[in-house]
């Protein structure tokens, strides 16, 4: 039914893709990514707002009118360090490209649209009404853009966000992620010669090194599920001889629930005050992420599986599995099988497909589950206001991950295109089954309402901060 309508589309769509991942640009700075994006879906008919909460490339596109609303959210920015040729089988940079599609974003952002597209030409079909909006999300991987367009209000009025992520499998995405916040702890002392004035310099290296050593020690006192990671993002210069006078450390707190994160940035917050008062160093506190963790929607999660099967996977060619075996083989077989989602029901069956093909060819089948995962995404922050579920779609060869100079170079394969397309089919047919039952969208924010137990989403990034991106 869906892929006679998609002809219509698919070569533009692939086009896209291939612009986003040849132009691959960084967090909140995506402006070639932005514009082809806004400029083809202005052409396709949809009314498209720019700068969305205060951003340069975040975009709102509108078609219909009236309720429902339905979002589609996409992303396109790159990751620094994954810079890569296509389809070379070994790590290979391109000359003078920083950046790599190592998250599929380019696939992500057109895979939503394509989604709209297909479910405008399906409700025109039927005479079903509504609106459909598509959201360009700039700043997924660092940045929190999401979470700054949930805090301007724009997922307000939306009755479900729909979304997919390319992926190593097929199935239905589920369970939550954790909720993060990232800032600076900037300590200043006094400089002085280290060996003949040490009595006259504060050191505020050490003041960073005392507050890594004290947030080692809180970590016997944290839940399991917390995490906290720091880099020494500034170290006070490379002279021993020197007191150093600025230092500066970069933290990322997180837990499984917004509350829990804050309370635990703030026990880390205060080792921070206390190295400063043991060093007698000034400290500054500069807040730059906060996500909020993902709330998971089980009656989405249905509209959503159910579309899936019948849409079905994409189908592949003995070339294109001979492409894919390339790439699996780069990766060692237990670490293939190290990747197994949690959610999968049916886990033997998932073992054999990594030992015996080349890449997920099969539905797999997820049970509901509300574990947190470890790691954010700024999906988190969406799922908070509106319902929202989240489809994976396989577009890579098994073996290695996301993030991986492997992904980036299978990112503008025919493999890679499939999983695109057949994604946006399954968000097509997801919306398609919301339009035409509106009360399961009643039931889908009847289960948000109940999971937040009364709890309003409060953005975790303070109100002064603004979108901005740190190197
Ligand atoms: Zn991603």
């Not at 050490?206 to 050593?213: G, I, Q, R, W």
């Not at 579309?307 to 790439?327: I, K, L, M, Q």
């Not at 959610?343 to 099969?362: Q, T, W």
Request: glycine fraction near 8%.
């Amino acid at each position: 039914m869906l892929n006679p309508i998609f002809e219509r589309y698919e070569k533009d769509l692939i086009d896209l893709a291939r612009t986003v991942w040849e132009n691959s640009e960084p967090s909140f700075r995506e402006f070639v990514s932005s514009r082809v994006q806004v400029e083809y879906l202005r052409r396709m008919g949809f009314t498209v707002t720019e700068n969305a909460a205060g951003t340069v490339t975040g975009y709102v596109a509108e078609w219909g009118s009236g309720k429902p609303v339905l979002a589609f959210l996409g992303e396109f920015d790159a990751l620094y360090g994954l810079a890569q040729q296509a389809d070379h089988l070994r790590p290979d940079p391109i000359p003078g490209q920083p950046m790599g599609h190592g998250c599929g974003h380019h696939l992500l952002g057109t895979g939503a649209i394509a989604g709209a597209l297909l479910l405008r030409d399906l409700m025109q079909a039927e005479g079903l009404t509504g609106t459909l909006r598509i959201y360009g999300c700039p700043a997924e991987e660092s940045g929190s853009g999401k979470a700054y367009m949930a805090r301007d209000g724009l997922f307000r009025d939306c009755d479900a966000a729909l979304t997919w992520h390319p992926s190593n499998f097929n199935m239905v995405c589920t369970g939550s992620s954790q909720s993060c916040i990232q800032c600076y702890f900037r300590f200043t002392g006094i400089p002085a010669h280290a060996a003949s004035a040490p009595h006259l310099g504060r050191s505020a290296l050490d003041a960073v090194e005392l507050m890594n050593v004290g947030v080692n020690y809180l970590r016997e006192h944290m839940e399991d599920s917390d995490r906290v990671h720091y880099a020494i993002s500034n170290p006070g210069g490379s002279s021993p001889n020197v007191v150093q006078a600025y230092a500066e450390s970069r933290y990322l707190v997180r837990s499984t629930t917004n509350p829990r994160c804050e309370r635990l940035y703030e026990r880390v917050k205060n080792i921070a005050r206390g190295a400063a008062l043991m060093t007698e160093t000034k400290l500054e506190i500069v807040f730059d992420e906060g996500l909020s963790n993902t709330i998971p929607n089980f009656v989405l999660e249905e509209v959503l599986d159910a579309a899936f099967r019948e849409t079905g996977v994409p189908e592949y060619t003995e070339e294109e599995r001979h492409y894919a075996a390339g790439f699996k083989a780069t990766v060692p077989v237990e670490d293939q099988l190290s990747g197994m989602p949690g959610a999968c029901r049916d886990r033997e069956k998932l073992e054999k497909n990594i030992r015996s093909s080349e890449l997920c060819d099969y539905y797999i089948e997820t049970n509901h589950s509300d574990v947190c995962e470890m790691g954010s995404t700024d999906v988190g922050d969406v799922s908070w206001v509106t319902p929202t579920c989240t489809a994976n779609l396989n577009c890579y060869s098994y073996g290695a991950d996301a993030h991986s100079w492997q992904w980036v170079a299978q990112g503008k394969s025919d493999i890679a295109m499939k999983g695109m397309l057949k994604a946006g089919e399954v968000l097509a047919r997801t919306g398609l089954t919301l339009l035409r039952q509106p009360e399961l969208l009643v039931r889908a924010r009847d289960e948000l309402n109940r999971r937040l137990k009364g709890d309003g989403y409060k953005c975790l990034i303070p109100e002064e901060v603004q979108p901005h991106y740190y190197d």
